[in-house]
């Protein structure tokens, strides 16, 4: 009978003891259970930030962007603003010059950003309408066009570490006290409203994505040529800029042929 008690009460010990251990291998394997999706939580997150951000830096242009782009200022050799359209008055095969200047912001991503800009030559259909990614390649299909002035179908680009060319370009991370991005002034001589030179300052540049830089060096690159705002908020001219309308169009080739036949004053309409 003794024997028979003791066994029962070392089965029931046993039994408790058994129970215990089942307890802590359900509490550890709930652990591990969670901790495995905390794992793969964080590994999809990883991924998706992986994933975004080759997006991103593939194609960085981001829709209903708008930047204040801002100031276009014409100035005669008095200081005085005007508000009379000027243009280059070159001769035929000569070259403008865009040279941008050196500084701590000129890093090599960003100078092939604005080359991009001003250089390229790349054209596309949108809407049945031919666009441009670079004011050199459509000035080049206005080439054949007769103007009264030669319009500055040769371009040379260059970073510089003297501010010496027709348009010079310089980058700061400082904020313009308007809150302008881009601002443009030009020298002209107002007697026969000819460009003089011309400087370009992009403000606030470790702010802007490359998508922005590239937009707004076109619409600075765009003044320098002579073309003031556009009246449609769909174009690159216009006054307020969105990487979305980042492109050259046949509107704004039309502005150049009138501009460089000197038939174009003020702000121009693309309808």
Not at 20 to 26: F, S
């Amino acid at each position: 009978m003794s024997n028979n008690r003791e066994n029962s009460e070392k089965d029931k010990e046993f039994s408790s003891k058994l129970d215990d251990i089942n307890t802590k291998l359900d509490k550890n394997y709930l652990t591990i259970k969670k901790t495995r999706i905390v794992v793969f939580v964080v590994i999809g997150i990883v991924a998706a930030v992986a994933v975004f951000g080759l997006v991103d830096e593939q194609n960085p242009q981001r829709p209903d962007v708008y930047t204040d782009t801002g100031h276009f200022v014409v100035e005669n050799l008095k200081g005085e603003t005007i508000t009379e359209s000027a243009s280059w008055n070159i001769y035929e095969g000569e070259f403008l010059h865009i040279h941008i200047l050196e500084s701590q912001y000129v890093t090599e991503s960003r100078t092939n950003v604005i080359r991009n800009a001003i250089m390229s030559e790349d054209k596309f259909s949108k809407d049945s309408e031919k666009i441009y990614s670079g004011w050199f390649g459509a000035l080049k299909d206005l080439s054949d066009n007769r103007t009264e002035r030669h319009m500055p179908y040769n371009i040379h680009f260059d970073v510089v570490s003297k501010p010496v060319g027709n348009v010079i370009i310089e980058l700061t991370n400082n904020r313009n006290p308007d809150g302008y991005s881009g601002f443009t002034k030009l020298i002209v001589d107002e007697k026969h409203n000819a460009i003089l030179n011309a400087k370009i300052t992009i403000f606030e540049i470790e702010k802007l994505s490359k998508a922005e830089l590239e937009t707004i060096a076109k619409h600075e690159v765009g003044h320098a040529f002579g073309l003031p705002h556009s009246k449609s908020k769909q174009d690159l001219m216009y006054r307020q800029v969105s990487t979305q309308y980042g492109f050259i169009s046949e509107c704004d080739k039309d502005a150049m042929t009138k501009l460089y036949n000197v038939k174009l004053s003020g702000e121009f309409d693309c309808h």
